[in-house]
């Protein structure tokens, strides 16, 4: 007896657990009309705190916004370490907040909320299986984002090397950048984590460049950079898509200056 329960129970849960592709096109249909898409966090930032939403004038949260703050914000749903549970909380959450929306029990940043119209309640009946569907969404949506966009900068190595490099950057016809680091450079850790790992930084690298990253300790430069490289580490080199020279610059920069760099470089489309 005990074990059909279980049977039955594993049944449901499979039946009501929902796909993200079902979720993405369900919030495409039902959510989007009010729900816009992708804005990136610095913009997004920039708009409410610095330019009070006149930049985008949103009169609710964008569809990453809500990701954020359902899975990853100071108010969150659930523990991402059990996914199973945490799926229940936030069809649970998505109820109310379609249902009976009240921002008393708002999970977004309340800064925020004063810009948002006043979200009346959702008329269309959604079923149990179509809920899980976006719960699920949420909470694979900034997997789905990060893996249509992978990192944009590389480490060349004997398997990701110039060959490789060339043919993406023709490809897109993208510049390339090296980037000669070295196991001990404090300046080329900064600069990774403050000004390349932004997200800034990474969409204008991700649509104008293919970045690599060469430990010069433990593997040689490509493109007979060696020639023009001083030691300095980071050094960045600027190349054309068949690997010819364009610029040199030499040590650590601040994000401004760095994107001024990038956006005087970058091939115009
Ligand atoms: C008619 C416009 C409209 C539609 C359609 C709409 N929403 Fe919203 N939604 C809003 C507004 C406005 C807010 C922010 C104001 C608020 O929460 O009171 C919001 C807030 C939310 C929130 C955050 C609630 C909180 O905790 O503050 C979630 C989650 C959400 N919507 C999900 C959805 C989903 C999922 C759909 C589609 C099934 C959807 N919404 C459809 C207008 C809409």
Redesign the pocket.
Known sequence: MKRIITGLFLLSTLAFSGSYETGKS??AQ??S???VGYIAADKIKENFFEKKNTIYML???TVNM?AY??MRGPKHIGDSKDPEMQQAEIEE??KG??YH?N?A????DPEI?KY?????P?TEK?SDDQIAA?ARYFMEYRKHRLKKSPPSTRMLTKKYNAVNLLAEANAGNKRIIVEASSTHCPWCKKMKKEVLQSEEVQQILSKGYVFVDVNVDKIALPFDLKKKFKQITPTFFILESDGSFVARYPGSWEKADFINILKEYAPRK
């Open positions: 369900l919030f039902k959510c009309l009010c729900h009169g609710s949260p809500l703050a359902i959450y998505l907040a379609l929306p921002r029990n708002s999970i977004c909320m948002y119209d006043e979200k009346t959702f959604l976006l």
